[in-house]
């Protein structure tokens, strides 16, 4: 009988310890949780022709244990002209307003013939996009997003001046 209670206490040890650790691994140390890291470089050529080629590399960085797939990438370009002033965006007055619209495309990994972008754990993945702006253009702030699978997004957004060197030859 004293056999029987002690493989049941063995029993209910060895379950509360796997307990343990599965609320150790998953939620605290949160192992596989997502580890991303998304960011955005701009560089200009020209100009040419009145106008800027623009290469946007978005590179994402995965830095956890398991595979992302995202479903949709999408990049933005907003600029400020010669013409323009600084101003404040409507209804957000500490934040600076980009009134032009340069480019918006809402699919960069082309999801309807290739169906999703995968980035395996410990790649760094760099996409290009290669597009072109007015050359008038000062000032560009670019905004990338992605969406995983489940539908949640990530993005980021920095702000580049075109060379002085190129501006300076327009």
């Not at 310890?17 to 140390?29: M, P, S, T």
């Not at 949709?72 to 500490?94: F, K």
């Amino acid at each position: 009988m004293s056999s029987d209670l002690a493989l049941e206490v063995v029993k209910i040890s060895l379950t509360v310890a796997a307990g343990l650790w599965v609320y150790f691994r998953f939620i605290r140390e949160r192992s596989h949780a997502r580890r991303v890291l998304f960011t955005i470089q701009c560089q200009f050529f020209g100009p040419l022709d009145g106008k800027y080629a623009v290469e946007l590399t978005l590179n994402v960085k995965n830095g956890g244990l398991v595979v992302h797939r995202f479903k949709r990438l999408r990049i933005r370009l907003r600029g400020i002209d010669e013409v323009d002033e600084l101003s404040a965006w409507e209804g957000q007055p500490s934040r600076l307003a980009f009134p032009r619209k340069l480019i918006d495309e809402p699919d960069v990994i082309f999801a309807k013939n290739y169906g999703s972008l995968f980035v395996e754990p410990g790649v760094d993945q760099p996409i290009t996009f290669v597009s072109m702006i007015p050359a008038s253009t000062r000032l560009v702030l670019a905004r990338a997003e992605f969406e995983y699978e489940e539908g949640r997004t990530h993005s980021v957004e920095k702000v580049f001046e075109p060379s002085a060197r190129a501006r300076s030859a327009a």
